[in-house]
């Protein structure tokens, strides 16, 4: 950022205005109300597996009709299929909880009304003002950018307007006006306390209560600014308002964790992992002790290696398809070449054995023996380290340790081998995981990361290296961590 | 301070901003602060962390060198360098120009003692005497070589662009002797772009006079070996951002929150401007744990007066003990 670039973000933080525009839509402020009322009458039932999906389905609609300018029967999402499945289902729910079906059912009527009716109040509203050339909306999700790009293409007054998500906001470009789609509450701070727009116009609905204020600030403020001036709506404010934060989706950590746990054999390998939620309704679990590529736009290192523990919202995690496992392995394959499959084969091999042990003698007794063997290392973790069938936990670090798990192993024959062949995977990681970074610094540094940030994913194809990879940015993470089995650290979940 | 002083917008010359100022008057107030007890800790708020470290820094450094830098005692350093292994790599001042050398050790002559400083292949010495031993500095490079032969580097004491601001200050010690005030920790690469920045400014001769922030805050990682520098810069990603036992600034601005989260552990010796932008990730965070340190730490019984701020700058200022 330039002298001159800081000045205008200067100005605009002393000088920017806002304006509220409410706009009033009463089929779509029933259908919030009555939700919420359902929602409130289900109670902690609403926690359960039969209603879960339901509501998420309902309430998902529901904010993206208040959070997103696209017309009610938007295809896109193919909300009226699923509307209709939804009420199929609700048939039998008599039998299950009767005192709840009818008002579901209802609702769902209510839905399937919405999705036939072709109104967008939001962007009507919008046509209305006549916004200048450099205007831009600010829209709450990522995921609905190229939908309202798409539309807005096709309405010649409208076509001029760019479409940006807050993460954009954190850069030197601004907009003469900058259209804030929502509740000032559904965005960070900054849209409005350092603004890109030179005047900021919020349009949300008005049965939606917003009464925002900035979530922090410095205890005793030596200079309090102003606050900017807020130019309160012409119409007046409607009598039953719903809390704008009701509204938004919230993650079912139980629901992934419940998922998670479907999965499970008794024979899985369990690790310690944290959750992450991704942009585009998309998470992963990651295990605490390890470090993660990212793509930090915002850093003098754009694409860094950083420890699960220090990854932060706002950070774009490198991940791979689900299913296809750490995307490091098939890079280091390749640099091992002939040797890959040998190498990989000894690696499970004294692993299995390892395991095997373990499971048959338990971890006490191999923890002994190894210790007794010479295993100046040996504990319970490094045992379980060293027997794990993750592709990242390679071998022991210090020769002496391997030695002694050959020796307990009976594999002594072949403990140079083994050694040689640990140690030649380890490399190949290594080396796998400088080019890797190269290879996304050069397809980073090509790409536009204005787009990624506007969209809060993209997609980057090696074809070299038969590899395709994702980064996604990082929403939210579970604060604690997690026992899950290792076969799902690394892999994409559908939330 | 920097009142005069023009930045480039447009193709034209325009005077720095407001607001710059207000970060100007503000490292100012606080480098004229006085307290070997407490510590100053400041914490801003502001719409974009650009240029706020480095008015900031540049208002202090500009305020520290109305002070004198404290000489070197010539008998205590030449004492410290006739104690240097031999092959240590030395700059040594000859009239007005810097040598490469290394020290050869020490000889005495007629009663008198001489450090000996090599200065090339072609075994070239220069004999020193204790008096002049504050014209050798050690170097922080090694050199691989000394160069065959060498007419040194000129030593510039002049920056036209201090002429023009308003401080008494001898511009030729400020060039020639090092004094750490102000340590920066950062975004190194943003940072480094904005103290390249082109300034100008009219001198009262009404010279025009062009230059950078550079020529204020003298970063030692850009000055050449051997002459005077005011601040350092450490990246905020760096493995070891640990402040250098010999040599504490008495200034650390924490430019941006990912820095301040990550090592406000240790400089505590120092004074603070945390500065953060309100767009970044951590900034809540930040204000957080700063509000906490505040709560804790804070001596109720300072009275701090300081410059109005900007508009769009939220400001937090208290001392607590100095540890």
Known sequence: ?495 | MLENYLYEHGGTWQRIPQWCNGFVALGQTIARRNSDDTRLVVGLAVPTRAYGAAFAAAGYVLARAELPVEQLDCTDHFLRLCNLPPQTPVIYRENDRLLKGTIEGYEQHYGSAYIVVRVNREHAKRKVPAFLATNIQISGKRFAKLPKHQTGRVVLDDIPLLRACKVNLAIRDFCLYPRLDATIIGNKKALLDELNTPLAARTVDDEFCRGTLQDILRLKERVTDGLGYRTSLRSEQGGNVKPDANETPRLVIFDGAAGFLKWRTMWRESDWIVMLDKTETRFEEAVVTLNQEYVSDRLDSSALQFPDMPIAVDMLAYEEKRR
């Open chain 1, 1 to 495: 950022m330039n002298l001159s670039q800081a000045v205008t973000l200067y100005t605009l933080a002393q000088r920017a205005r806002v304006q509220i525009a409410l706009v009033a839509h009463a089929e779509l402020k029933s259908f919030t109300l009555n939700l919420r009322t359902f929602e409130r009458q289900l109670g902690e039932e609403g926690r359960e597996n039969y209603w879960r999906p339901k509501l998420r389905l309902l309430k998902g609609y529901r904010f993206r009709l208040c959070s997103t300018p696209l017309p009610f029967d938007e295809p896109s999402q193919d909300y009226k299929k699923r509307f209709k499945d939804l009420y199929q289902e609700l048939i039998k729910c008599d039998r299950i909880y009767p005192q709840f079906a009818e008002q579901a059912r209802n609702l769902v009527r209510q839905a399937q009304l919405l999705t036939s009716a072709s109104g967008n109040p939001i962007l009507e509203q919008i046509h209305t003002l006549g916004l200048p050339d450099k205007s831009a909306l600010l829209i709450k999700e990522s995921r609905f950018v190229d939908s309202l790009e798409i539309l807005l293409s096709k309405i010649l007054e409208l076509r001029h307007l760019r479409v940006v998500t807050a993460p954009q906001l954190r850069d030197e470009e601004v907009f003469d006006h900058l259209v804030i789609v929502g509740p000032m509450r559904w965005f960070p701070d900054y849209v409005v306390t350092a603004p890109r727009g030179r005047s900021l116009l919020i349009v949300r609905y008005g049965f939606l209560g917003d009464g925002w204020e900035p979530r922090v600030s410095f205890i005793p403020q030596k200079n309090r600014p102003p606050r900017l001036p807020i130019i309160p709506p012409s119409n007046e404010p409607e009598t039953e308002v719903v809390n704008a934060d009701e509204l938004v989706p919230t993650i079912d950590w139980d629901a992934v964790a419940a998922q998670m746990s479907r999965q499970t054999s008794s024979d899985q390998e369990f690790v310690d992992a944290r959750l992450f939620v991704l942009e585009d309704d998309k998470a992963v679990f990651l295990e605490v002790d390890a470090s993660e590529l990212v793509i930090d736009t915002r850093s003098e290192e754009v694409v860094r290696r950083v420890k699960v523990e220090r990854l932060e919202p706002g950070l774009f995690l490198i991940v791979r398809e689900r299913g296809s496992g750490d995307y490091i392995v098939p890079l280091a394959n390749r640099l091992l070449g002939e040797h890959a499959s040998p190498a990989r084969e000894t690696q499970k091999h004294w692993k299995g054995e390892l395991r095997r042990a373990v499971s048959i003698k338990g971890m006490d007794h191999v923890l002994n023996g190894l210790k007794w063997m010479g295993a100046r290392s040996a504990s319970p973790q490094n045992i379980r380290n060293w027997m794990s069938r993750s592709d990242r936990k390679i071998r022991p670090r210090y020769a002496e340790d391997f030695q002694a798990i050959m020796r307990y192993l009976d594999l002594l024959d072949n403990v140079e081998d083994y050694w040689k062949n640990a140690r030649r995977i380890n490399k190949a990681h290594h080396m796998a995981g400088i080019r890797m970074k190269e290879l996304l610094l050069v397809e980073v540094k090509k790409s536009n990361l204005g787009r990624l940030e506007q969209r809060g994913h993209q997609s980057f194809a090696f074809a070299e290296y038969e590899t395709h990879i994702h980064a996604y940015r990082i929403i939210e993470m579970k604060p604690s961590p997690k026992h899950v089995p290792l076969s799902e650290v690394g892999t994409l979940l559908e939330l």
